[in-house]
């Protein structure tokens, strides 16, 4: 069942004065009160501007961080208020919770074209565990459900999913429809389809990895589950970042890949370090020692996989290829995200550190799409159903056969 958008909602009319609830993903990286990339809050822009013009009264709520059901000061999404405010060009109202009589009070208060922020839904154990009475506290603020984001759409969250039953209309958002256009490619890729997966851990991306090297050309790994990978084929990786649980799973894998004539690209080079600091010497090698541990891809890797991205006619890139966040270890990852945006490939880029990857190196512009939601975008293109897509679906189908 296809899910009704919002844009259909806006060419009917009839918005104007409604109180029409946003779940937006504005799960930004903020320290000492600063938000470190405001790439969200700008994704979230075009479905609130919409809003406001049409008139509509937004509440808007998101989660920020994983504050596990506690009130914590420095999880607040007071400053994001404030810059999405800026953004818009308007104020931005800010609510001290996100249900009770005090939130209702300001809901009622808003006028026409002006915009409520909830404060962190996660400061509320409710909501992750998808409480009914939490959703329908929730569903009292609203009139009209937009799903806006899709980042959290594979949570089934009383935000995501929950409430949508207790709402009288309930649509998907710009950015949550323009992810589920774009990812789709990745379901019907034109091929060579070449995939980039980095990242800390194999166990996070277990169920991608063994779905895209039964769909793709070619899988690049980088990351610290490369070296888990190198471990499986008996490659030394000194003190680099192992799951040692999983090298049986990345011995399957590799063999799988050899089955079915996925070539499977692991680093052939490193770069190490004695410790993952800032300030840290770093070299590159061939053979990791036993004394240090892998940071980065080399160079060598970087072209291998530059070169592939060059072959592709569809490209996706979840997680770094190093320790991005230190800037002696960030080179792979940012010989990366230059060759996605230099391939004529249809490329997708999910993941926050994959996002600030292409920002930082400033070729944002060349990526045919830059998907909101890291979890999220993986699952959908393992073909997995996504709780927050398929209660639209449960909405359209209720409203059809109403």
Same mark, same amino acid.
């Given at each position: $069942? ?28 903020? *320290? ?36 596990? =059901?506690? *009130? ?62 939490? +959703? ?12 806006? %984001? ?12 929950? $409430? ?14 323009? @992810? ?22 194999? +166990? ?20 610290? $589950? %490369? ?24 011995? *399957? $894998?590799?063999?799988?890949?050899? #089955? ?17 600091? #800032?300030?840290?010497?770093? *070299? ?15 160079? #060598? ?32 990852? @940012?010989?990366? %995200? ?34 909101? =939601? ?8 393992? =073909? ?19």
């Amino acid at each position: $069942m296809a899910i009704q958008s919002l844009d259909a909602l806006l060419d009917k009319g009839g918005l104007a004065g409604r109180r029409v609830f946003v779940r937006a993903d504005l799960n930004v990286p903020i *320290r000492d009160g600063r938000i470190g990339d405001d790439s969200r809050i700008r994704a979230s822009l075009p479905t609130l501007e919409r809003l406001v013009a049409a008139g509509a009264r937004v509440v808007l709520a998101s989660h920020l961080g994983r504050p596990k =059901g506690e *009130r914590k000061p420095e999880l607040s999404l007071a400053p994001v208020a404030e810059a999405l405010g800026r953004a818009l060009g308007r104020p931005v109202r800010f609510a001290p919770d996100c249900i009770g009589p005090e939130v209702e009070a300001l809901v009622a208060a808003l006028e026409p074209g002006e915009v409520l922020l909830l404060e962190n839904l996660r400061f509320h154990a409710a909501e992750t565990k998808n409480d009914p009475e939490f +959703s329908k506290a929730l569903a009292r603020l609203a009139d009209v459900y937009v799903n806006d %984001a899709f980042g959290t759409a594979h949570r089934a969250h009383a935000s995501t999913a929950g $409430m949508v039953p207790f709402v009288a209309t309930a649509v998907a958002g710009g950015l949550l429809q323009r @992810e589920l256009d774009a990812l789709s490619v990745a379901l019907h890729p034109e091929r060579p389809f070449v995939c980039f997966l980095g990242g800390a851990k194999v +166990s996070d991306k277990l169920g991608v990895l063994e779905a895209l090297i039964e769909r793709a050309e070619t899988v690049a790994v980088g990351g610290a $589950m %490369a070296y888990t990978f190198l471990l499986a084929r008996g490659e030394p990786v000194g003190r680099s970042l192992v799951e040692p649980d999983r090298v049986d799973d990345a011995r *399957r $894998m590799i063999g799988r890949a050899a #089955e079915r004539g996925c070539t499977l690209l692991l680093p052939t080079d490193h770069v190490v370090a004695d410790r993952v600091e #800032e300030g840290a010497a770093a *070299r590159t090698v061939t053979r990791i020692p036993d004394d240090a541990l892998g940071v980065d891809i080399g160079p #060598e890797t970087s072209a291998r996989y530059a070169q592939a991205a060059a072959e592709a006619r569809t490209i996706l890139w979840n997680g770094p290829m190093g320790v991005f966040e230190i800037d002696a270890f960030s080179r792979g990852t @940012e010989a990366v %995200a230059r060759a996605v945006a230099d391939s004529p490939a249809r490329s997708i880029v999910g993941g926050g550190d994959s996002l600030a990857a292409v920002n930082k190196v400033g070729v944002g512009d060349r990526i045919g799409h830059l998907s909101t =939601g890291g979890g999220a975008s993986l699952e959908y293109v393992q =073909g997995l159903v996504l709780p927050g897509v398929a209660a639209l679906e449960a909405a359209a189908a209720r409203d059809a056969g109403a």
